[in-house]
């Protein structure tokens, strides 16, 4: 799997931990009695908090690439 590919597959799991985290919030912050509006205020600010550290820390890893190429002049199977 290339690099890129784990990239990705980082951050797509990154953004639904992260909704997941938000939709939760905001559904405690609702039946604790809040409004509204302070529920959607608190899922997506739980949200953007989530993500932003997330995203963050994937950008301090290192991705390799796990491909292999074929060494110049090998011969072929």
Not at 43 to 50: I, R, S, T
Request: aromatic share 8%.
């Amino acid at each position: 799997m290339s690099a890129t590919q784990k990239k990705v597959y980082a951050v797509a799991f990154c953004i639904t931990f992260s909704l997941l985290l938000g939709l939760a919030s905001g559904v405690v912050t609702a039946a604790l009695g809040a409004s509204v509006l302070a529920s959607v205020s608190a899922g997506g600010a739980a949200f953007l908090v989530v993500c932003g550290i997330g995203v963050a820390i994937i950008n301090l890893f290192d991705f390799a690439d796990d491909r292999r190429e074929p060494q110049q002049g090998a011969p072929q199977p």
